[in-house]
């Protein structure tokens, strides 16, 4: 017994003088979109560009995901509005009113649970659409974009684990 603590306290200070670090740290993975308009007079569905997930954050995603809903366009009135929904066409919800013809995004934050998104991200990527409702009509101009019934974009963030390198510790443990 007391040589194997021997042992192990020889390897730990080998592998601590060299620099291994057996931490974990919670890191914030954040992308977005970009901007997607829509063109059409009335009801209209766009699908955004996908999101691309590195590996990493799929595998190590943790806790919840924050969606952040920025919009613009024909949406000042109680029949003109856009519902936002992720893959599988789960609906996430819906724009509040905003300025008619913005010249800057409104928005509004959802707050989606790993049960919710993680099946999403297996794929390494997120896709959303918005839908609007018949109400928006194409008189607005938005980001160098005319005659466009509405514009949006949606910004995650995915909290994930990120694991120290150690991957040369099996050198020392294998036989």
Do not use: H
């Not at 691309?52 to 920025?70: C, D, L, R």
């Amino acid at each position: 017994m007391g040589q194997t603590n021997i042992i192990i306290s020889t390897l730990t200070a080998i592998l601590f003088s060299l620099g291994f670090n057996s931490s974990l740290a919670q890191k914030t993975f954040t992308d977005s979109t970009g901007l997607n308009c829509s063109y059409a007079n009335g009801a209209a569905t766009v699908y955004l560009t996908p999101i691309s997930i590195p590996a990493n954050v799929a595998t190590n995603a943790s806790g919840n995901m924050s969606i952040k809903f920025k919009y613009a366009g024909d949406l000042d009135a109680y029949n003109e509005d856009l519902d936002l929904r992720g893959e599988n066409n789960t609906y996430i919800g819906q724009c509040d009113v905003a300025p008619n013809c913005g010249s800057t995004f409104s928005s509004k934050t959802f707050t989606l649970p790993i049960s919710t998104f993680g099946s999403w991200i297996n794929d390494n990527q997120l896709i959303f659409s918005a839908t609007s409702e018949y109400g928006i009509n194409n008189q607005c101009s938005f980001n160098g974009n005319s005659s466009i019934n509405f514009c949006t974009e949606v910004l995650v963030s995915i909290n994930y684990f990120e694991y120290a390198d150690d991957a040369g510790i099996a050198g020392f443990i294998s036989p």
